[in-house]
């Protein structure tokens, strides 16, 4: 079964950008589709943003227009550009199949300083 390790949270100042990086231990094409998903503290997890194998996305109201999810099948990968970051993006971030099959990686931090 494929893998999915999660990079690239940081500190990050209001107004400013990060990029997530969603790695798979082996063929990402296997995965039909991809989410990005974040958990705030004492929240539940949501949905952030998804893509298909074919290239579709779909995007949370609350980012739409600031976030960017892209995948690249030769680096068998899925990002995340994350422009426009506001206080209230701060959250763990995990990539996952989508929908979830109940395994959860270590997810990425992202914290927005206001």
């Known amino acids: 079964q494929v893998q999915l390790v999660e990079s690239g949270g940081g500190l990050v100042q209001a107004g400013g950008s990060l990029r997530l990086s969603c790695k798979a231990s082996g063929n990402i094409n296997t995965i039909i589709a991809i989410a990005w998903y974040r958990q705030a503290p004492g929240k539940q997890r949501d949905v952030v943003a998804t893509i298909t194998r074919g290239g579709s996305t779909t995007y949370a109201d609350s980012v739409k227009g600031r976030f960017s999810i892209s995948r690249d099948n030769f680096e068998d990968a899925v990002y995340l550009q994350m422009n426009d970051l506001k206080p209230e993006d701060t959250a763990v971030y995990y990539c996952?199949?989508?929908?979830?099959?109940?395994?959860w990686g270590q997810g990425t931090q992202v914290i927005v300083s206001s």
């Open positions: 996952s199949q989508y929908p979830n099959q109940g395994s």
